[in-house]
């Protein structure tokens, strides 16, 4: 069975609830009916609830941008799977680079929080990536199969049944470079290998891989034209809906 394209928004720390539902009222009459990829828009937490209100009854679903890995607990600042399941989000993404980098999160931490969100429903987005110092030096692939096998550590195939992977190579995002279509192809054929050894080859097959690194309106085409690009995860060209929902009709 084919694998059904994702494309999905991260805003990052960007926009507020009014912008969210401006966002919103713009965007989702231009992807009314499309049904081709489905749609995830990760705003700040402080936005989730206006998005979920807004989305409801279209095709998009709505993402949180992180997690806390215990059910409850005295974590002051943090938001645990049952809360963002209570309110209605399906999506969450896990281990970006941003919180790997300024966050101190560890491959460990991306396990735990991997491991929350699959027992919990939701569906995770993990994201992986080399920064250039390693990509220089001849390490992606090191990185992205210990980035990867940290991440699935013990965790069943059956239990990652709605995993999704976006390899993001870090000098790519913001920058406005993006990786080539050929060079996001190789990571991501990759990072399929280590799902095979760490879940089954048939769990692999089936497995989304999305690309992310200065997606835009110009460049998503030729990324999808790759077998092994499975989506999009996007960022600054997310937060414009005109831009967005171009990536979506790539
Ligand atoms: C991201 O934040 O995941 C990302 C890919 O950002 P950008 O598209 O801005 O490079």
Not at 29 to 43: K, L, S, Y
Request: with cysteine.
């Amino acid at each position: 069975m084919p694998r059904k394209p994702l494309i999905a928004a991260n805003w990052k720390m960007y926009k507020n609830p009014t912008q969210t539902l401006a966002f919103f009222q713009e965007f989702l009459p231009m992807v009314a009916g499309h049904t081709r990829d489905e749609i995830v828009v990760c705003p700040p937490y402080i936005d989730l609830y206006v998005a979920i209100a807004e989305v409801k009854g279209s095709l998009v679903a709505v993402g949180a941008q992180d997690l806390h890995w215990e059910k409850e607990g005295a974590y002051t600042g943090e938001i645990c799977p049952g809360m963002l399941l209570d309110i209605g989000c399906t999506h969450v993404i896990i281990g970006h680079s941003e919180r790997r980098q300024y966050f101190g999160e560890t491959d460990d931490i991306v396990n735990f929080k991997l491991k929350a969100a699959l027992e919990a429903g939701l569906t995770p987005i993990v994201c992986v990536g080399e920064v250039l110092e390693e990509r220089e030096a001849g390490l992606t692939e090191d990185v992205l199969r210990r980035q990867c096998l940290r991440a699935f550590h013990a965790i069943s195939a059956k239990k990652a049944a709605k995993l999704i992977v976006a390899y993001e190579p870090v000098w790519a995002i913001g920058t406005g470079k993006t990786a080539t279509p050929q060079l996001a192809s190789e990571a991501h054929s990759l990072i399929r290998g280590e799902a095979a050894k760490a879940f089954s080859p048939v769990f692999s097959d089936n497995l989304r891989i999305l690309y992310g690194g200065s997606v835009k309106p110009e460049n998503v085409k030729g990324l999808m034209a790759e077998t092994e690009i499975d989506g999009a995860l996007v960022g600054g060209a997310s937060l414009d809906p005109k831009s967005f929902a171009a990536i979506v009709k790539y």
